[in-house]
């Protein structure tokens, strides 16, 4: 394939994210194929023509079934809220795209089985929107625990907090729906919690848990009232992993101060690793080697030596952004395109990250543990 | 009461502790009654004789009832091993002394409550070793939470982690069989999660958990070979309190790393407080106050605005240490002996903590929800 | 005018990170003009063939002067090393193009200004790569302080440091060559720093400084000996402002473990602000401001309240990288082009960082006060 | 000497700091000869009186010169104001006594000098209240240095910043007077400054510096009108050490937020080391070994690794605190008298710390370099 026609839905925050990451993924990491950003979808169409240019498509799009079924695209982008993901990406499938779809893959398991299925008919290329496991810092964390540098894995302590639904005062929206959001923190943080410990930790075998809606009802916008919040704001869940380690995974939509709050220890017989996407660009490690009067947490920054740090920077410390991991994650979906493998957090990875924020849903509903 | 006679039992880590506790209550703090430092009780004898002298008491003692016996002794300290709490603090009490114990409080929640009884029955004054609530940046946390700084408290995350048992290679202790240490990290630092907690959170009403044995044996010492663990190394809960509230408990003896970290974040509906004891003269706070882009967490210096601080030093920053947090508990103690009024954490307060952690050990092993 | 015309010369480390910005500046930032990447330039011309496709231009070409003479170019990016800067500078504006060009202008304050004056005569937009005062961290610390959140300014306390040459066992490099790097850490990175106290202070008036070559000669790369270094490891000036404000600015090439450590203290009659890149989308704030007890460092993540971070991300705390920041400094380029007027760090106030360095090394040579 | 008889003139801040040192020293340290508290003198008497029983001394005195002479006390304590030590602190050595008097020194050099005779002439132990080069964490950045830890030492940045004066509307007091305090922020902080450079850096050979009144006057606390303040609020100094190596020491009694921050950078050719004392128990090192990927800045926590931690508490990172220092010092007191050898920071010692604060306060009134 000489050139990848794309095209995108949405024109949100992961819409841009998108179409910026399509574009650089080729100057910053040399990826092939190259890419041709053919059209951008949205409604109205007034949205996507205003922005189509100033993102580099060549056409802007109202109709997102036309789109999938443009022969000059072979790639669709779906940023779309939640509810839409599995229509538009099973469609898109069957059309003969290839598909990268932002996460959490659906409201419901059954959805996002019958994505699996599509990918697996078609036999495209699909990929899931977990930026934060392409961080070098997390990479060079499994890197580490991999090869022995903190011992034997015993704990996972997780957290994943933002404060985008703490403020009392904030207006209902689609968020808090069940059938346009399906899962609250879950769906939306607690599944990038799940992706980052599926890469330190491997499967988890069964859990406890518990969940907590913390503010009931919320304002209408139109001030008409007040609406409930079917979903919940918060989640704790207690976990057993198959390498017999044990771990916690603390999830809240309300943690005031908390902006991209995400990360992890990991506790082994050796030593420690910390990483938390807050100071994306640092890594936490403890060894217990060398005298005890000189042991301490390493606080080690980003560079060259994290691959594929250098790409962007030969210059340690220099530090990347949140955009720049969406641009590590669309050159490993075009090489995935390339080569006919399945990248990290295909369709079928992602929905083992579905099956568990479900069994931590389910696990709080009906107070039990729940195996995986 | 002009002075007050002391007897101490035990020499270790925690017996120094109360040494220096009682002989600076009164020139630090100005606390009433003064201090007398009778005797100092430990076998075999000579060690007790050692140190007397260097710690200021009068005399040594190897027999703990004779000391219990002598007139000239108003109260005692108990920092024995776990299994002789219950037995000398009831001898003590029934002898008409006020007792002032290590924790954990007992082996079991039934020598915990024949404590509680016996110190009904004396009339005594009582106070666990909760030293940490002392703290005045924690006292200071719950100032703010109580005034209502961060609104209406809804997540609390809690954890205590230290490295003292994540050698694989320690060689097996008392630390790590029922009969002597009865529950392991639970009791030995869980204890002081629990007694945080409930300044800032107040009672617990259940709880789910899951507990750990990282080690399952340990070398004996002198090599003979290996011995079995019989507690826990680690714990996690998810606790619902009485006031709505959801939260984490976390609780190691074997990460790598941590050497005193035992702190919490409570999530309010307005803000968050952030504490942890390795910094232990930081506190953190954010208020959803001031313009967006002016918010942050805030790292207060802990000084003479944070009572008792000032009596140690009255500039800023200057910082307390470990020691100067069991002399404000010595001065509590102190205070209720003088006063006749229950101090934080008598044996009835304490009796909470043992309910709470056996409770977090029976929802472990039963792999249920338990009520408290 | 419709696009703008864009050549390229070098394409080392800022090669690169000007190209993504020149591509970039449109698509986040709605920049105009449009960008069209017309040449890339570098030797040997194969170097430029294999990179131009990759970063998106049109052509490639190995001699600096062709791609001056070329019509369809608008503008020029010099990144090339710093004895060639004022040369190259020079000729393309007098081939009538605006000129980006990395810092340090050039080797001596005589090129500087010849720069300067070959901008004025040709009436063409100028800036110099001074991109960490793009950072959105700093210009809100630029904003606090200018509203007098932290009330009268007087001290400054900077500092640059980064360990590129810390090793004494690094090879010598052209960096250490008076005639082709002209000044060491002061030309490198204590312009950035000088950069950055413009914006915060204002101009100094006066200083006393030091300066320091730690290794004095290198081992030659081919293994033939050793040579020279000629120019500095390290400087420390103590400056006076003309707000009647002192401060002191630390620079080195050679502080282990700095990667990109470049910020500041900015001490005022009321509070703090502190900026350091090396947590690049953080700011620290102290005000003398609400109860003695509650006042602390606020720790401020960068967030769409600190304009233009809402064009790269809507959501707070998600961090801007390294190349976002000359992505900016592009994008105010191109605004200055479209407008006419002078941006941030044209020629002629550039100069003003050359006469300040160089002032620095007047100083320490000669062992006194040098006025600006 | 079975015990030494201690006398302590003075009784605000420094003086429960000696009176709880002199207390402590033998129980915590099992410090030698055992200490006897015969007698606490202040003026009024009164205030002597009622701190005398808290703090442990048989009888308060109001005249400084009887207790002098009293024959029951052989070391005396000196806590006064600045203007007073040299007095004092000569009168104790003529009378026999041994000295301990806290910093800075006296007033002038000249004053110093004398107080150095004076203990040559009595052949006693002397010393000044240097408590923070006693930190465990400051003394193991020596050993580190001194082992070659971060190889040859090249560059030491040193701060002391507090915010005690940083109240443009505080009231006028002593510290603002030549002839009470001497210097300002220099002779209060900057002498603490000096004495840690010692331990880490050896001798100052030269130094260029500048210094600042940011507040020329101060409102008096009648009301009655402003004064002048005749002292200096901050100042700064470019130093070379006698090893070769160059430096920087920023001082400010004017630093808003700052309570106790004292520490410093020690750049070397192997690594670095850093310390501040507002964190007192932690100390960073960064060394250029093993793997790049894993190279970084590691936090120590003290603990029984660092002598004499383990004698407060057995736990490592369990934190001292600002007295204990002071305790550690005592006991180092207590060995020199009972050895008959030198501490650190006898009086002949001391006075090189007060030659570089007036080589400073000097080289910043002549605008010229000072050499040592």
Same mark, same amino acid.
Request: hydrophobic share 30%.
């Given at each position: 394939m000489q050139t990848l026609g794309v095209g995108l839905i949405g024109t949100g925050f992961m819409g841009k994210c998108h179409a910026l990451a399509w574009a650089n993924a080729g100057p910053v990491l $040399? @990826? %092939?194929p190259r890419v041709r950003l053919v059209a951008l979808c949205d409604t109205p169409l007034e949205r996507a023509e205003a922005l189509a240019p100033q993102w580099g498509f060549e056409r802007a799009e109202a109709d997102w079934r036309a789109l999938i079924a #443009? =022969?000059?695209?072979d790639a669709i982008s779906i940023t779309t809220p939640n509810r839409l993901h599995a229509e538009m990406a099973i469609a898109a499938l069957q059309a003969g795209k290839h598909v990268w779809c932002e996460k959490p893959?659906?409201?419901?398991e059954a959805e996002a089985e019958a994505m699996v299925a599509a990918a697996k008919a078609a036999g495209k290329a699909t990929m899931l $929107?977990?930026?934060?496991?392409?961080n070098p810092a997390h990479q060079h964390a499994i890197k580490l625990i991999s090869e022995g540098a903190i011992g034997r894995v015993i704990q996972f302590r997780g957290w994943v907090e933002e404060d985008?639904?703490? #403020?009392?005062d904030l207006a209902w929206s689609w968020r808090a729906k069940l059938a346009e959001a399906g899962l609250g923190a879950l769906g939306d943080i607690g599944s990038h919690l799940v992706s980052l410990s599926m890469g330190v930790m491997? *499967?988890? !075998?069964s859990l406890i848990a518990d969940m907590q809606t913390v503010y009931e009802t919320r304002p209408l916008a139109d001030g008409s009232g007040r609406a409930a919040v !079917?979903?919940?704001d918060a989640a704790t869940a207690v976990v057993r992993f198959a390498n017999g380690a044990q771990g916690s995974m603390v999830i809240s939509r309300? @943690?005031?101060?908390?902006?991209?709050?995400l990360g992890y220890e990991v506790h082994g017989s050796e030593g420690m690793v910390i990483f938390d996407q807050e100071r994306m660009n640092e890594l936490q490690l403890y060894q217990n080697r060398g005298p005890k009067a000189e042991q301490g947490f390493r606080t080690i920054l980003t560079g060259p @030596? %994290? *691959?594929?740090y250098g790409e962007f920077c =030969? @210059? =340690? $410390?220099h530090q990347l952004g949140f955009n720049d991991l969406k641009v590590i994650e669309a050159a490993e979906f075009l090489a995935s395109i390339q080569s006919g493998s399945p990248c990290k957090m295909d369709f079928a990875e992602g929905l083992y990250v579905e099956r568990v924020i479900h069994a931590i849903a389910q696990s709080a509903r009906e107070d039990r543990r729940v195996t995986l």
């Open positions: $040399g @990826a %092939h #443009d =022969p000059a695209i893959m659906a409201l419901t $929107g977990y930026n934060y496991i392409r985008y639904q703490a #403020d009392p491997g *499967p988890i !075998e !079917e979903n919940e309300a @943690a005031w101060g908390r902006k991209s709050r @030596a %994290h *691959p594929p =030969p @210059a =340690p $410390g």
